[in-house]
């Protein structure tokens, strides 16, 4: 078993598989599963300024695809569950994610809350390419951010981006 993940954490080592190594965390980060993908990003970073946008696309792919699963996870619980009795702050929280509609998925960058929410928001059927689409905006906001401020400032190569 030691030499299998010893193999394994080669392989997804990075810099040489960066970008996937990337993806796949940033995916798994998304799902229900606690796990950062933070450090991957800022690492590849780091180690590859010339990656900072690929970085950035690739974690936001990977993250909202996660999110997409969480989505679908919600919407297939919701079909095979039978409807039972929520507390008021259940109904309450449903009741707002339901008036606010697919734009609460802006939120699912946000950390502990922000990928459940992607799961109630296919639970409760919201529309599912709006809720893709609002899950891209905040993922790519979230790690455009959250990358910038560890780095500090914007690399003057970036700048030209529009950003």
Same mark, same amino acid.
């Given at each position: 078993?030691?030499?299998?993940?010893?193999?394994?954490?080669?392989?997804?080592?990075?810099?040489?598989?960066?970008?996937?190594?990337?993806?796949?965390?940033?995916?798994? %980060?998304?799902?229900?599963?606690?796990?950062?993908?933070?450090? &991957? @990003?800022? /690492?590849?970073? !780091? #180690?590859?300024?010339?990656?900072?946008?690929?970085?950035?696309?690739?974690?936001?792919?990977?993250?909202?695809?996660?999110?997409?699963?969480?989505?679908?996870?919600?919407?297939?619980?919701?079909?095979?569950?039978?409807?039972?009795?929520?507390?008021?702050?259940?109904?309450?929280?449903?009741?707002?994610?339901?008036?606010?509609?697919?734009?609460?998925?802006?939120? %699912?960058?946000?950390?502990?809350?922000?990928?459940?929410?992607? &799961? @109630?928001? /296919?639970?409760? !059927? #919201?529309?599912?390419?709006?809720?893709?689409?609002?899950?891209?905006?905040?993922?790519?906001?979230?790690?455009?951010?959250?990358?910038?401020?560890?780095?500090?400032?914007?690399?003057?190569?970036?700048?030209?981006?529009?950003?």
């Amino acid at each position: 078993m030691e030499i299998w993940l010893e193999q394994l954490l080669s392989y997804l080592a990075l810099p040489k598989f960066g970008l996937s190594t990337v993806f796949v965390v940033s995916f798994i %980060s998304a799902t229900l599963l606690p796990l950062g993908s933070e450090p &991957a @990003v800022f /690492g590849l970073i !780091k #180690l590859n300024p010339d990656l900072f946008w690929p970085t950035i696309f690739v974690a936001t792919a990977g993250n909202t695809l996660g999110g997409v699963v969480d989505w679908w996870m919600g919407y297939g619980a919701h079909k095979v569950s039978d409807k039972y009795k929520h507390s008021s702050v259940h109904v309450k929280a449903l009741d707002w994610l339901e008036r606010i509609g697919p734009k609460a998925c802006l939120l %699912s960058f946000l950390p502990v809350v922000g990928d459940p929410l992607c &799961a @109630v928001a /296919g639970w409760l !059927k #919201l529309p599912f390419w709006p809720c893709v689409a609002y899950m891209v905006i905040g993922k790519f906001l979230r790690y455009l951010v959250m990358t910038a401020l560890l780095l500090g400032l914007f690399p003057a190569k970036f700048a030209g981006f529009g950003f």
